[in-house]
């Protein structure tokens, strides 16, 4: 398995928003960009560790501005981070009026991948970061990855000591 540079894992899908992709709005709906998001975070993953690589949570997407249909949707995916068998994909999502030229930067997403290999989790090449940016961004997801974690045990704590209590006590936590 070879080593990557995060460079080395880059990836560009587009496609052109059409009437099938609006909201009630007129707007282009959430629904197709959360898809179109996911696609890029398999490809990018799968590009960069070789092997199927499944969804395992969307960590968090941004919706910085509308797109509108007729809008070219291009998707800009790397690999931000590479545990043991796990990445983070950093994915930027840029529309751009093709009439006017202009783009904008109107989302940007994280997503948690694992890699796959005879239906279990596999190993994934390590990730080489070059630049001052790589560093920084590998370092950022490595503590959203361990911030993760903790949210979820508390969460974990939290649900237990809610399904312990009495129905008298979760009344009472419901009172403004």
């Known amino acids: 398995m070879?080593?990557?540079?995060?460079?080395?894992?880059?990836?560009?899908?587009?496609?052109?928003?059409?009437?099938?992709?609006?909201?009630?709005?007129?707007?282009v709906f959430g629904g197709s960009i959360l898809a179109m998001i996911d696609l890029t975070a398999?490809?990018?993953?799968?590009?960069?560790a070789g092997t199927t690589c499944v969804t395992a949570a969307f960590d968090?997407?941004?919706?910085h501005e509308p797109i509108e249909v007729g809008n070219l949707?291009?998707?800009e995916g790397?690999?931000?981070y590479a545990g043991r068998t796990s990445m983070e994909v950093t994915i930027d999502v840029y529309a751009t009026n093709l009439a006017k030229g202009v783009e904008r930067h109107t989302n940007t997403a994280r997503?948690?991948?694992?890699?796959?290999?005879?239906?279990?989790?596999?190993?994934?090449?390590?990730?080489?970061?070059?630049t001052r940016e790589d560093k920084i961004n590998f370092l950022l997801a490595r503590d959203r990855r361990?911030?993760?974690?903790?949210?979820?045990?508390d969460l974990e704590r939290s649900k237990a000591q809610l399904e312990n209590s009495t129905e008298?006590?979760?009344?009472?936590?419901l009172l403004p």
């Open 2 to 27: 070879k080593d990557k540079t995060v460079n080395e894992t880059r990836l560009r899908l587009a496609q052109v928003m059409t009437p099938n992709d609006a909201n009630i709005l007129g707007n």
């Open 42 to 48: 398999s490809a990018t993953s799968q590009q960069f």
């Open 60 to 63: 968090r997407v941004d919706f």
């Open 73 to 75: 949707v291009t998707m």
């Open 78 to 80: 790397y690999i931000a």
């Open 111 to 130: 997503v948690t991948m694992v890699a796959i290999r005879d239906g279990k989790p596999a190993a994934v090449p390590k990730l080489i970061c070059e």
């Open 146 to 153: 361990a911030r993760r974690n903790v949210h979820l045990e």
């Open 168 to 173: 008298e006590e979760l009344n009472r936590l």
